[in-house]
């Protein structure tokens, strides 16, 4: 009985040292899913190694002095595939650059829990699907460029409450509906819609 | 542009597929450059079927040359009168402090324009211009209307310099998509034109400390985007004009000497 109990005890203890990880393991759990969920003919991603403390001496990410993740820096890097919900979970990401790339699917909703983004940078790719109205809680994002995809449905309302927007571009997808005109979207015209 | 989708060729099989195929969208400028594309293009199309159809291996640089050409013709376009656009404003503005001395052209890669002083651009690898922004520059000459070829143009600040002559009388036409035109603290003379009511997205408007003279005219009232519009310290006349969506305070009409606001029976002096 009391040879039970104990490797339960010990069972339990194991259990919740897995479950709390150290949170910058996590980011690189994250990045790691991404890695492959993505194929990468030119390598890019190799320096991207699981099995290091943080992903803060990978080539491409970079991090802040609190080894926490602020950008993930993939443009024109040949990469295809699609992209995955863990990368809602770097918390201080900033920067997002998967521009020229071939990646496929949709994006995920996840990525409205980027809370710090500035830059969302998924242009020239093949995504489908719609625009998250997620999105619309990025409130700190300047730069949001999705064009030359195949976005469908219609612009989140959502979009118009982001104060900073500066540079918006939706151009060159399938996207239908009314474009808004209401909040920060006064200052877009449609150059950026078409 | 124009997109460009390739299925993977398997140039050791002898009967091998090509499928490439090319979807044209709307071009701005048929330039001799991208005809002569299309021209040798087509040439080497021929050549590769040729060579299919004469069961020998194509070489891979000829197939390589072909997609190049076609990956450079559809860049071409909107890049080039972008390039064109800040080259002939750099022509007709004269530079004495060399502010616009990063503004050079002779080597051409993809988003060089990007890095020039008081260029914003849409994308930092292509040449698309969304702002210039050259304020306090000390720059001289009149209203630089090669700005008409960045066709993409969002903002433009040529404010704190000493530019002269008329604010063009289709500026609608030049820079129908700008949001934000400040031209205040210049020497613009003559009247402000009734085409900026038709620059219908402009959410920033100002004029102010410059030699305009006589009516504002009342249509830029009808601009349903203002945020901001001021004219104060020039030489206009008559009314202000009544904006639908916006309030313009007093002090965007001041130093005025004979404009006056019918309503508050105010007149806006010196």
């Known amino acids: ?194 | 542009m124009k997109r460009i989708t390739r299925s993977p060729l398997s140039i050791k099989d002898p009967s091998f597929h090509t499928s490439l195929e090319v979807k044209y969208e709307a071009c701005l400028v048929p330039a001799i450059l991208s005809w002569f594309c299309i021209l040798v293009s087509f040439w080497f199309m021929i050549a590769v079927v040729m060579s299919m159809v004469s069961g020998f291996r194509a070489p891979p640089a000829l197939i390589t040359i072909f997609i190049w050409l076609l990956v450079v013709e559809s860049f071409g376009h909107a890049a080039q009168t972008d390039i064109d656009c800040l080259r002939d404003i750099q022509a007709s503005l004269q530079d004495p402090f060399n502010y616009l001395s990063s503004w050079r052209f002779n080597n051409t890669t993809e988003g060089f324009i990007c890095k020039f002083a008081g260029v914003d651009c849409w994308h930092p690898d292509e040449n698309k211009v969304l702002n210039i922004r050259l304020g306090d520059m000390g720059l001289r000459g009149k209203f630089p209307l090669g700005v008409s070829r960045c066709s993409s143009l969002t903002g433009l600040d040529l404010s704190g310099n000493s530019i002269r002559g008329n604010i063009p009388s289709n500026i609608s036409k030049l820079i129908g998509f700008v949001t934000s035109l400040d031209l205040s603290s210049n020497h613009f003379s003559g009247e402000i034109p009734v085409d900026l009511a038709n620059c219908s997205y402009l959410n920033i408007l100002k004029l102010d400390n410059n030699q305009l003279r006589g009516r504002i005219p009342p249509q830029i009232g009808l601009l349903n985007r203002i945020k901001t519009f001021s004219v104060s310290r020039n030489q206009l006349s008559g009314p202000v004009p009544r904006f639908i969506s916006a309030t313009i305070p007093a002090e965007s009409y001041a130093n005025n000497p004979g404009l006056c606001d019918i309503s508050a029976h105010l007149q806006f002096q010196a």
């Open chain 1, 1 to 194: 009985m009391a040879t039970v109990l104990s490797l339960s005890f010990l069972c339990l203890i194991l259990v919740f040292a897995r479950l709390s990880p150290v949170s910058a393991n996590a980011e690189g759990d994250a990045l790691n899913a991404l890695k492959s969920n993505l194929a990468d003919p030119n390598n890019v991603l190799q320096s991207w190694d699981p099995t290091l403390v943080n992903p803060c001496t990978w080539l491409h990410v970079t991090c802040n002095s609190d080894n926490s993740v602020t950008r993930v820096d993939l443009g024109n890097a040949n990469l295809s595939g699609q992209l995955v919900p863990q990368l809602g979970q770097l918390e201080n990401l900033q920067y997002l650059e998967l521009y020229s790339n071939n990646i496929s699917g949709r994006i995920p909703n996840e990525l409205g829990n980027l809370t710090n983004l500035v830059s969302l940078d998924l242009y020239l790719n093949r995504l489908s699907g719609p625009i998250p109205d997620t999105l619309g809680k990025l409130q700190r994002l300047r730069f949001l460029r999705l064009n030359n995809n195949t976005l469908s449905g219609q612009i989140p309302m959502s979009l118009t409450t982001i104060n900073t927007l500066q540079v918006l571009d939706l151009s060159s997808n399938q996207l239908t509906g009314p474009i808004p005109v209401n909040g920060s979207f006064q200052l877009f015209t449609p150059i950026r819609f078409n």
